[in-house]
């Protein structure tokens, strides 16, 4: 229709009908510009909602699961600290039953629970940079250097605790039937070559000190995204 009337303007030389007509186009065609750039802002700004809400429900259990697994990494940690300072002052403890799980305690460690998965996705898609709040951009990133660091210091300390000549599997016997009927991890150890464990223990509790400072460092970074995630919501 605005075509037809357009070519009889221009045929009748009514240019001032022609000119009227063109700046209905150009107008029309700003209009429709305008429409499509507001639904794509309002479309992502619905997307990076859907992305934090995501990432406050990931993190408030992750939060929750790190500060558990400080209390048995600790735990852990104290243990090893006991067996050390038996080893040191030569006694062996009068409940062989107790010790043996302290052994057996100590002889472990704990590592805190992945990064969420909403983070791991926007970090490998590069959409980090998509979320408009620098101070949000700068937790996350921040959360994502510490928990780096210790999941690799959680893969060095599973090597270390792999280790075949330590002297801890020769002076401490697995039980074969482990997780059997409720059966415990370790069957017996031989007080007489306890001792040669000693290095094997302390390299633990260096590692287990590393790890737990590393948990309190994630606790510190999950609460400062959790405190930012919660700002931009608002």
Not at 150 to 159: I, K, S, T, Y
């Amino acid at each position: 229709m605005l075509l037809r009337h357009l070519t009889k303007h221009v045929e009748d030389q009514n240019w001032f009908a022609v000119g009227l007509d063109f700046l209905i186009v150009v107008f029309g065609v700003f209009i429709g510009l305008q429409v499509a750039n507001w639904n794509d802002v309002s479309r992502a700004a619905a997307k990076e909602v859907a992305v934090i809400e995501q990432l406050q429900s990931e993190f408030t259990q992750t939060l929750a699961e790190i500060r558990t697994a400080k209390t048995n990494s600790d735990l852990v940690l104290e243990k090893t600290r006991d067996v050390l300072r038996i080893i040191r002052d030569q006694m062996e403890p009068a409940d062989t039953v107790e010790f043996l799980d302290t052994l057996r305690s100590a002889g472990s460690f704990v590592t805190a629970p992945a990064e969420p998965i909403t983070l791991t996705e926007l970090l490998s898609a590069g959409g980090l940079s998509d979320l408009m709040s620098p101070a949000l951009r700068t937790a996350l990133t921040r959360y994502h250097q510490v928990s780096d660091q210790h999941q690799v210091l959680g893969g060095l300390m599973l090597a270390r605790a792999s280790a075949t000549h330590d002297g801890f599997h020769t002076a401490i016997y697995v039980n074969p039937d482990f997780g059997m009927n409720g059966e415990s991890l370790l069957a017996r150890y031989d007080w007489d070559r306890l001792p040669d464990a000693r290095e094997q223990f302390q390299v633990l509790l260096y590692g287990k000190i590393g790890l737990s400072r590393n948990i309190d460092e994630l606790i510190i970074r999950g609460e400062a995204v959790i405190s930012e995630l919660e700002a931009a919501l608002k």
